[in-house]
């Protein structure tokens, strides 16, 4: 089971960024994904959430009204619409799975995902 991020980069504040995150090895249509960030000497943070159906997205304060997470099952594909960055966002971007189907609990929690990408590395410059 793998989970590949992909979509980092160099930008300026104010630009936008589409993260992906493709799995392999197992279908996730029915697993709850997030997406976290850490930060250089910080600790790893939720950033989004989306249930498996779809049908609820979640997000740390910060990024609201900035950040758009969605999913296609069909393709086994989570994004991450990032628009407005900032210095603040810099962080390597990692994507997350639950670690069972259906699993309930606080999206928010680093305990519910069981998968975990490599991370993809986002800069925004000022």
């Known amino acids: 089971v793998q989970l590949q991020a992909s979509g980092g980069g160099l930008v300026q504040a104010g630009d936008s960024l589409r993260l992906s995150c493709a799995a392999s090895?197992?279908?996730?249509?029915?697993?709850?994904m997030g997406w976290f960030r850490q930060a250089p000497g910080k600790e790893r943070e939720f950033v989004a959430a989306?249930?498996?159906?779809?049908?609820?997205?979640y997000y740390t304060d910060s990024v609201k009204g900035r950040f758009t997470m969605s999913r296609d099952n069909a393709k086994n594909t989570v994004y991450l619409q990032m628009n407005n960055l900032n210095p603040e966002d810099t962080a390597v971007y990692y994507c997350?799975?639950?670690?069972?189907?259906?699993?309930?609990?606080?999206?928010?929690?680093?305990?519910?995902?069981?998968?975990w990408g490599q991370g993809t590395l986002v800069t925004v410059s000022s």
């Open positions: 090895g197992r279908r996730f249509s029915n697993y709850g």
């Open positions: 997350a799975a639950d670690r069972v189907a259906y699993y309930s609990g606080s999206y928010s929690s680093l305990r519910r995902y069981g998968y």
């Open positions: 989306i249930t498996w159906p779809g049908d609820s997205t």
